[in-house]
């Protein structure tokens, strides 16, 4: 069986989601390829697409917009090539709505992820509480088959960051608050930086780390100079900063109600980080595996409180359980793709 991935492997969109999927499939002799947009003429039995909204945002960038009528014709062509073989189009809807949506023409998007919704032949969530919500939304999705695979963990080794801890200046007895990744306003990241320039006590840190979105970086200039408890790095990370910077926070507050799974809960829940977060359908979910003590939802008394910090700080200073991620290993992941691509269930 091959497998063309969208992002995929081995291309330029790096993404270690991506990345520990297809290696784990790998692993099972399946032969996992990544597609490249400007790439024509391959095939495969399945064209596993992750977030088609990657091809309409080339219509906005300032060096690839102009690429953008063939990169549109290729992606189709692809489809129906594969279609016309046998083959089968997966699509697993990552996000109810793309990132950053306002950016693309209302119209323009709708045609294409309606064009694109009708060529899928089975979708994916990534919990069993979404499925409504997702057909509401994609009415072509209806009828079509859909499968459950998991958001898999990231097998990491763990550290202590006091040592990061003092060398950002941060005490012992602050509480660190963090969002580490793409730092945009889809994250809510935005939200976050507003929350800690009115409201926060002094005993409580703001770490920020990854490359920000423009708008996000305006406002990060703005926030340090009225406050000096907000900490950032603001540029791309390496994977291994992604996983120390995660291990040096105490609590990561991810702030979307769009996102139907993330990275960024699943590197902090990996690294044995409580997440602050809304109480979505999805978040409830995971909180029914992982527990409440590991997802803390943001109810009337706020995203940050004094009881939560001083919480925090305690946990620090205990031995912790670590938190159970055994229904998200890879292994297990891996076999879910893999049933929802060889399933007979059309």
């Known amino acids: 069986m091959k497998i063309l991935m969208f992002p995929g492997p ?3 969109q790096h993404n270690l989601y991506i990345d520990i999927i297809a290696n784990t499939i790998r692993a099972q002799d399946v032969d996992v390829q990544g597609w490249r947009p400007y790439e024509a003429f391959k095939t495969a039995d399945v064209f596993h697409v992750h977030w088609p909204e990657i091809i309409p945002f080339i219509k906005i960038h300032p060096r690839k917009k102009y690429l953008y009528p063939y990169i549109e014709w290729n992606f189709f062509s692809t489809i129906q090539r594969i279609k016309s073989k046998g083959g089968i189009i997966v699509w697993t809807v990552h996000n109810l709505q793309p990132h950053d949506i306002n950016k693309l023409d209302k119209a323009e998007w709708e045609r294409f992820i309606t064009r694109f919704s009708k060529e899928v032949d089975r979708y994916i969530t990534l919990t069993d509480s979404s499925q409504k919500e997702i057909e509401n939304l994609y009415p072509e999705l209806k009828g079509k088959p859909n499968y459950i695979c998991h958001h898999p963990h990231y097998e ?15 005490r012992e007895d602050e509480a660190v608050f963090g969002l580490i990744g793409s730092l945009t306003a889809a994250k809510g990241a935005d939200k976050l930086i ?9 005993n409580a840190v703001l770490f920020l780390a990854g490359k920000p979105s423009p708008e996000i970086e305006a406002l990060i200039d703005k926030a340090q100079l009225q406050n000096s408890r907000i900490i950032t790095v603001p540029r791309f990370l390496s994977d291994q900063e992604v996983q120390d910077y995660h291990q040096m926070v105490d609590m990561t507050v991810f702030l979307s109600d769009t996102h139907l799974n993330s990275a960024t809960v699943f590197q902090s829940l990996s690294n044995n980080i409580p997440v602050r977060l809304y109480k979505t359908d999805t978040n409830i979910y995971i909180a029914s595996i992982v527990g409440n003590q590991w997802l803390s939802f943001i109810d ?3 995203i940050i409180n004094d009881d939560l910090i001083r919480t925090l700080i305690s946990n620090r200073n205990r031995k912790q359980s670590l938190c159970n991620l055994t229904p998200f290993s890879p292994i297990e992941v891996a076999r879910q793709h893999i049933e929802a691509y060889t399933s007979s269930n059309d």
Do not use: A, Q, Y
Request: hydrophobic share 35%.
């Open 10 to 12: 081995d291309t330029v």
């Open 156 to 170: 990491l080794v763990h550290k202590d960051m006091s040592s990061l801890r003092h060398r950002f200046g941060i």
């Open 194 to 202: 507003n929350e800690f320039m009115t409201s926060i006590p002094d």
């Open 300 to 302: 009337e008394n706020g």
